[in-house]
C-alpha cells in the first residue's frame, strides 16, 4: 500500500521560513514525479510545484505565486521529498499536501496534508 | 494562463446522475483528471485522463472530454458522494486546478 506522509507545518510569522517533508512508502519513489499542491482554508487546490525524478536531472517547477521563495528537493534514499519555504506570506497559509505524479500527470496518492499558518 | 471553469455548485436528487462540466480552451487536447475531496479529508482521484477510473473507483463515475469542455459524470448518486469535485490539466510546465464544484444530493 502506498503511503505519503506529510510533517513540518506550523505557525510561523510573514517573512518567516520552514521547511516541510514528505516521507512515501510502499513504491518505487526514485521512479516518481513529486508534487507539492496546497489549499488554503475554505478555498480550492493549488498547485505548488513539481520535481521530477533522477532521469529527469530532479528538474523543478514552480507556481509563479511561489517562484523564487519556495525549493523543493528530494532524497531518494530515504524516499523523501522537501519543501523549503521563506519569505513566507500570510496568504501562504494552507494545507500542504504532497502527491505522486502519475503516468498522465494525475494524482493517483495524496497524503493526509500538514497545515502551514503564516501570522503574527 | 490557463484556466478551468467549474461551476460552483451542482444539486441532484438521490438516485439521479449528476454532471459536472470543467471548461477550458481546447481542454479535449489535453489529459483531464477529476478528483473528489471530502470534508477534512484529502483529496481522492476518481477519473484519470478524461475518462479512466482507478481500481476502487465505482463504475458509476464516468468521464468525456471534447472540444473546450470536460464532463465528470455521477450514476446512480448516493449520499455518500456529496462532496467537493476538482478538475485538473497540465498546461505549459503548471498544473491547473479547476475552482471546484460542490455537488450536494438532495
Known amino acids: 500500500e502506498v503511503q505519503l506522509a506529510e510533517s513540518g507545518g506550523g505557525l510561523v510569522q510573514p517573512g518567516g521560513s520552514l521547511r516541510l517533508s514528505c516521507a512515501a512508502s510502499g513504491l518505487n519513489f526514485s521512479d516518481h514525479y513529486m508534487d507539492w499542491v496546497r489549499q488554503a482554508p475554505g478555498k480550492g487546490l493549488e498547485w505548488v510545484g513539481r520535481?521530477?525524478?533522477?532521469?529527469?536531472?530532479?528538474?523543478?517547477e514552480y507556481a509563479a505565486s511561489v517562484k523564487g521563495r519556495f525549493t523543493l528537493s528530494r532524497d531518494d534514499s530515504t524516499k523523501s521529498m522537501y519543501l523549503q519555504m521563506s519569505s513566507l506570506k500570510t496568504e501562504d497559509t494552507a494545507v500542504y499536501y504532497c502527491a505522486t505524479v502519475g503516468h498522465f500527470g494525475d494524482y493517483e496518492h495524496w497524503g493526509q496534508g500538514t497545515l502551514v499558518t503564516v501570522s503574527s | 494562463s490557463y484556466e478551468l471553469t467549474q461551476p460552483l455548485s451542482v444539486s441532484v436528487a438521490l438516485g439521479q446522475t449528476a454532471r459536472i462540466t470543467c471548461g477550458g480552451g481546447n481542454i479535449g487536447g489535453k489529459f483531464l483528471h477529476w478528483y473528489q475531496q471530502k470534508p477534512g479529508q484529502a483529496p481522492v482521484l476518481v477519473i484519470y485522463?478524461?475518462?479512466n477510473r482507478p481500481s476502487g473507483i465505482p463504475e458509476r463515475f464516468s468521464g468525456s472530454n471534447s472540444g473546450d469542455t470536460a464532463v465528470l459524470a455521477i450514476s446512480g448518486v448516493q449520499a455518500g458522494d456529496e462532496a467537493d469535485y476538482y478538475c485538473?490539466?497540465?498546461?505549459?510546465?503548471?498544473?491547473?486546478f479547476g475552482g471546484g464544484t460542490k455537488l450536494t444530493v438532495l
Open positions: 485522463r478524461d475518462s
Open positions: 520535481i521530477r525524478d533522477r532521469a529527469h536531472s530532479y528538474t523543478t
Open positions: 485538473q490539466v497540465w498546461d505549459s510546465s503548471t498544473v491547473v
